[in-house]
T-cell receptor, first 114, second 117 residues
Framework: EDKVVQSPLSLVVHEGDTVTLNCSYE??????LLWYKQEKKAPTFLFML????IEKKSGRLSSILDKKELFSILNITATQTGDSAVYLC??????????????FGQGTTLQVKP | NAGVTQTPKFQVLKTGQSMTLQCAQD?????MSWYRQDPGMGLRLIHY???????DQGEVPNGYNVSRSTTEDFPLRLLSAAPSQTSVYFC????????????????FGSGTRLTVV
């Protein structure tokens, strides 16, 4: 069964801390892995990863993929209260008709305290 | 540029009622999909479409119908609402029939919060 598992499910840190969020997956014909940030409403796109070992970076956020061990991590350095959100990991795979599908993990709820 | 527009934002239904959740995108995206989000379960794919006239089932299609008569619109129909369909529903689109591409991901609508009593 195809699945995506995120850990931890929730996390509370203080401003300035560094956090690492984990995402492991088991899917057939992996195509890419995506990270989203969800605050009150719609998820917003952070990163797409397709190749192992190549770090994607945007400001204080970075992510890397390990296709051998089937996982990805999302790092946030010097956290701020505005980083409080649910972080979603999703894997894109072709499915039976070679059309893209996204399977999501449960999400990690991050709370950053002042 | 409106992106993906979902209506309504909130809805309360009685068990057995039917309704249609609307989704429209103005980006000429080929791929559109519907997800439901429940606490602790992430987003689950209900139905998706890779172009006008083509739809397919996702993980949790039972109780829902879709159609794609135009590129822009992808409505989700609940035929006979049940309390188990209480959820937040998101519509998403992508420029590729193969799903998200680099630097695009999916564009999500702002969601419809549905309560079935």
């Amino acid at each position: 069964e195809d699945k995506v598992v995120q850990s931890p499910l929730s996390l509370v840190v203080h401003e300035g801390d560094t956090v690492t969020l984990n995402c492991s997956y088991e899917v057939t014909n992996f195509r890419s892995l995506l990270w989203y940030k969800q605050e009150k409403k719609a998820p917003t796109f952070l990163f797409m990863l397709t190749s192992s070992g190549i770090e994607k970076k945007s400001g204080r956020l970075s992510s890397i993929l390990d296709k051998k061990e089937l996982f990805s991590i999302l790092n946030i350095t010097a956290t701020q209260t505005g980083d409080s959100a649910v972080y979603l990991c999703a894997v894109n795979y072709p499915g039976s008709s070679n059309t893209g599908k996204l399977i999501f993990g449960q999400g990690t709820t991050l709370q950053v305290k002042p | 540029n409106a992106g993906v527009t979902q209506t309504p934002k909130f809805q309360v239904l009685k068990t057995g009622q039917s309704m249609t959740l609307q989704c429209a995108q103005d980006m000429n995206h080929e791929y559109m999909s519907w997800y439901r989000q429940d606490p602790g379960m992430g987003l689950r794919l209900i139905h998706y479409s890779v172009g006008a006239g083509i739809t397919d089932q996702g993980e949790v299609p039972n109780g829902y119908n879709v159609s794609r008569s135009t590129t822009e619109d992808f409505p989700l129909r609940l035929l006979s609402a049940a309390p188990s369909q209480t959820s937040v529903y998101f519509c998403a689109s992508s420029p590729s029939r193969q799903g998200p591409r680099s630097n695009y991901g999916y564009t999500f609508g702002s969601g419809t919060r549905l309560t079935v009593v």
